[in-house]
Each structure stands twice: as C-alpha cells, then as structure tokens.
C-alpha cells in the first residue's frame, strides 16, 4: 500500500513547455493526499527555489538529497562538500578556466558570474538568477552544492580535481556537485526514517539523470514519458509525459488513485 510519494519538480510536476503543474497532477496529488499518502518533493532545488506549486506537502529531498527537511523547515540531514574539494575547484578557476558556478549555502545561493548558457537555464527551470560574488567569500562555509556550467568533456578534468564529490546532470549544459554518497535515494532514507514509513511503501517520479538512483530505490519507480532513456531503463513502471498527464495516468494505471468520471 503507497504510504509515501516522491516527486522531481522539474520535468515532472512542472512541464518545460508551459512552466506550469498540470491540473490533473495537482488533482492526483489532492487524491493521494485524501487517501492518507504523504507527499515529498524531491528536488535538485533548494527549498528558496520552490514557490506556490498549488498543493501543500509533508517535506523535501532538495539538493538531490544533500539536504533533507519537513515542510517547516524542520533539517532532517543536511552535507556539505568537502572543503579541500571546493577549494580545489577554486584553484582550477584561477589557474585554468573559469566557468559559471553558483554555490548553494544554507539559505541563500551566489554565482561567481552568469553567461548566455546560464541565463538561459534558469530561466528554463523558471527560477530567479542567483546574486553575485566572488564565490572564494564561501572557501570558509559550508557550501552544499554547485550550479556548475560545464560540459561533459570538462567535467572529467574538473571532477577528478574533487574526489569527495559527484557530478549529477539532467541537461548537458550544467552539472549539480553534491558530495559523494549523496542522492535522492539517500534522501528518501532519511525522509522515511523520521516519518517511520517503510520503503516497500512508497512510489517516486522522475525525469533525469539525478532521478535514477530515487527510482531504482523506491517501492515502485516511475519514469515520466519525456523521460532520458537511462531513467526509463530503471524505472519499474514508463507513463506519458507531464504535459500528457503522465503522473495522474500511471497512479490510475497502478490503481493508487480512481480515475474521476
């Protein structure tokens, strides 16, 4: 019996196209609610990031499950990367090529500088561009992700120069930098702990590269019809797209919810 839903926002409740939750979403949602089902966001956002979504919910896997909190803010785990790590990223700015970054702290977010690429990405995912400074202010802080706009080629150069961290990528222009052993199945771990729930009990839905560890964990893992072909390889179940009323067509297929007349 699903006790428990996890949900990506980008590309999963909220559609590229329109940047907007399907109605029938937030109806399935409401129903599951009705139905006693728990509701998590499980996000590569932080919680500052995550606005009105027209459905209230139980708490977050943000920052793909380096910060965990309840709705009210309540931080269940929380891990920042390394600090040689960071500073190591630092160096390689200074000393061989500069690229946008953007650094996640406890409850703000600053970018060494935007780009073309950049501008285009957060207004993509609808979210306000971070402030601006020099990120080395932050080589003392506990920093909890990065925004970093570099390609794949360069990611291993710049990777291997973190070996306490891990690169995550749901788009070819940017990668999320979260410490290593951190994901969202990690996050629904700690989620399902402090609301004793078990994991056989509960349902997840993604669309990206950060999904793929959270669908292969949860009870029944959902990959959205616009979907990469690695996530739908381990999802448990494939449905139509968010703009196809992906989420309220597999929870009616799953039978979780009825379908309204």
């Given at each position: 019996?699903?006790?428990?839903?996890?949900f990506?926002?980008?590309?999963?409740?909220?559609?590229?196209?329109?940047?907007?939750?399907?109605?029938?979403?937030?109806?399935?949602?409401?129903?599951?609610?009705?139905?006693g089902?728990?509701?998590?966001?499980?996000?590569?956002?932080?919680?500052?990031?995550?606005?009105?979504?027209?459905?209230?919910?139980?708490?977050?896997?943000?920052?793909?499950?380096?910060?965990?909190?309840?709705?009210?803010?309540e931080?269940?785990?929380?891990?920042?990367?390394?600090?040689?790590?960071?500073?190591?990223?630092?160096?390689?700015?200074?000393?061989?090529?500069?690229?946008?970054?953007?650094?996640?702290?406890?409850?703000?977010?600053?970018?060494?500088?935007?780009?073309?690429?950049?501008?285009?990405?957060?207004?993509?995912?609808?979210?306000?561009?971070?402030?601006i400074?020099?990120?080395?202010?932050?080589?003392?802080?506990?920093?909890?992700?990065?925004?970093?706009?570099?390609?794949?080629?360069?990611?291993?150069?710049?990777?291997?120069?973190?070996?306490?961290?891990?690169?995550?990528?749901?788009?070819?222009?940017?990668?999320?930098?979260?410490p290593?052993?951190?994901?969202?199945?990690?996050?629904?771990?700690?989620?399902?702990?402090?609301y004793h729930?078990?994991?056989?009990?509960?349902?997840?839905?993604?669309?990206?590269?950060?999904?793929?560890?959270?669908?292969?964990?949860?009870?029944?893992?959902?990959?959205?019809?616009?979907?990469?072909?690695?996530?739908?390889?381990?999802?448990?179940?494939?449905?139509?797209?968010?703009?196809?009323d992906?989420i309220a067509?597999?929870?009616?297929?799953?039978?979780?919810?009825?379908?309204?007349?």
């Amino acid at each position: 019996m699903i006790k428990a839903a996890f949900f990506d926002i980008d590309g999963t409740l909220i559609s590229f196209k329109t940047h907007q939750i399907p109605a029938s979403t937030i109806d399935a949602i409401h129903q599951l609610q009705q139905q006693g089902v728990k509701i998590f966001l499980a996000t590569g956002r932080h919680p500052i990031w995550v606005q009105d979504l027209g459905f209230d919910f139980n708490g977050f896997v943000a920052l793909n499950g380096g910060l965990c909190t309840t709705r009210s803010g309540e931080v269940l785990y929380k891990k920042a990367l390394p600090a040689e790590d960071f500073k190591s990223m630092l160096k390689y700015q200074r000393e061989k090529k500069s690229f946008p970054c953007a650094c996640v702290l406890d409850n703000s977010i600053w970018a060494n500088y935007v780009n073309d690429t950049a501008i285009a990405l957060y207004n993509h995912v609808g979210v306000k561009l971070p402030d601006i400074q020099p990120i080395e202010n932050f080589a003392d802080q506990p920093v909890y992700q990065l925004i970093a706009f570099f390609n794949a080629e360069q990611e291993k150069e710049i990777m291997a120069n973190m070996p306490g961290c891990v690169a995550t990528r749901w788009h070819p222009d940017f990668a999320d930098v979260v410490p290593k052993g951190i994901d969202k199945g990690v996050g629904m771990d700690h989620i399902l702990a402090h609301y004793h729930l078990q994991l056989e009990d509960t349902i997840a839905f993604g669309d990206g590269g950060n999904d793929v560890a959270m669908l292969r964990h949860a009870g029944i893992g959902v990959a959205m019809g616009n979907a990469t072909d690695e996530v739908k390889s381990v999802a448990d179940y494939v449905t139509s797209s968010v703009d196809e009323d992906g989420i309220a067509k597999a929870l009616i297929s799953l039978g979780i919810i009825e379908e309204k007349k």
